[in-house]
């Protein structure tokens, strides 16, 4: 329904930005296995599901994926595309959807404050924080804990130059 405003992703910047200011003096109310949590689940998805589609992974880059929603990827891949990005740019498991990762690429160059994360190696998904709510999670730190064996992306150099970055765009 909403998902028109995607497109619009220096938009949703500041709008992240404004709901991360305003949410903030709120996170005592945002604790896991609190009286709130179910309410906050219920609003957080049907804002995120509406927008951006949100399969409540618990653990939100959106910022980081040019406000595109990796989760969405009939693969689920969260660091970029596949080797079956078809030339139209469109998925080879659904032919008729736009590539997750072209989207993201493209609405990420529209981003001035976040766009050069697109770049940032992300973790793989915590499926034991699926339904949960990110905003608590990112609050608390549990989205950023791993699971026992698990690497940090941190710990893995990823070169970022900028100018490379934009290079190619549109």
Known sequence: M?????NYPHFLEIVYDLLEVSLHPLKRWFKPGSHSEP????????????VFGCQMCGQCILHSTGMTCPMNCPKQLRNGPCGGVRE????????EMK?????AYQRSLKMPKYGYQFASLQPPVNNQ?????SWINMFHGIDTDLPPGWTNTKDIPVKWVKEDFYANGD
């Open 99 to 103: 590539c997750v990762w072209v989207e």
């Open 129 to 133: 924080l699926k339904g949960t709510s």
């Open 39 to 50: 309410f906050i689940i219920a609003i957080e998805k049907l804002g995120k599901e509406t």
């Open 88 to 95: 139209n740019g469109h998925c080879e498991v659904k032919p």
């Open 2 to 6: 909403f998902r028109w405003l995607q």
